[in-house]
């Protein structure tokens, strides 16, 4: 069965504070694909990241990084010197072989405080 | 970048109308489309996938007949829903796979909001 698992609903920091955001995936898949994505209060998806199952590589982009680790099946966000803007609602999502099906994970609510 | 639009943005209706949402890929051939439904403080679910000139497939537990899926051309897919009533008030995402794009590439919609009075 194809999962993702966003176990923190809410998560609520100080501007300027670094924030993890834990993503867990499960799929029989060897070939899938992990996205991030940010949806502000104004509803619209904003593509963050993709990252390949073949591609462990941890990515870096401005104040946004990534660690892939397929041991654990997990792809974590960290958001460093987090700002006001941030806050918004972060999915993880999974895309695997059958139809290009994309599974959301069931979204992490980040509530960043000036 | 790939653009997918999504009209209306929000509508508002009564109970018992139907309300059709259109999905566009604006400046590619979408081969695979997919509708998504958001309540609020929820994630998403899709509800069915479309491909161009066949019928929809429609997860489990969404109703076909009242979920009307429509993918006529390369560029543009619809959703219609017949007889909304208030549980139907939603947010209704689509997006767009790319003919010749990457391995699940998909590109979002901006959402429609229905509201049903």
């Known amino acids: 069965a194809q999962k993702v698992t966003q176990a923190q609903t809410e998560i609520s920091v100080v501007e300027k504070e670094d924030v993890t955001l834990d993503c867990v995936y499960e799929?029989?898949?060897?070939?899938?694909?992990l996205f991030w994505y940010k949806q502000p209060p104004s509803g619209e998806l904003v593509f963050l990241i993709r990252r390949n199952s073949f591609d462990e590589q941890n990515e870096i982009s401005g104040r946004y990084s990534w660690n892939f680790q397929k041991s654990t099946s997990s792809f974590n966000f960290t958001i460093t010197a987090s700002q006001v803007v941030d806050s918004a609602v972060y999915f993880c999502?999974?895309?695997?072989?059958?139809?290009?099906?994309?599974?959301f994970g069931a979204g992490t609510r980040l509530f960043v405080k000036a | 970048g790939a653009v997918v639009s999504q009209h209306p943005s929000w509508v508002i209706c009564k109970s018992g109308t139907s309300v059709k949402i259109e999905c566009r890929s604006l400046?590619?051939?979408?081969?695979?489309m997919f509708w998504y439904r958001q309540f609020p403080k929820q994630s998403l679910m899709l509800m069915a996938t479309s491909n161009e000139g066949s019928k929809a497939t429609y997860e489990q537990g969404v109703e076909k007949d009242k979920f009307l899926i429509n993918h006529a051309s390369l560029t543009l897919s619809t959703l219609t829903v017949t007889s909304a009533h208030p549980e139907d008030s939603s947010f209704y995402i689509c997006?767009?796979?790319?003919?010749?794009?990457?391995?699940?590439?998909?590109?979002f919609g901006p959402g429609t909001r229905l509201t049903v009075l």
């Open positions: 997006s767009a796979r790319e003919l010749a794009g990457a391995y699940n590439e998909q590109f």
């Open positions: 999502a999974l895309g695997y072989t059958g139809g290009f099906k994309t599974i």
């Open positions: 400046d590619f051939q979408a081969t695979t």
């Open positions: 799929t029989r898949d060897t070939t899938y694909y």
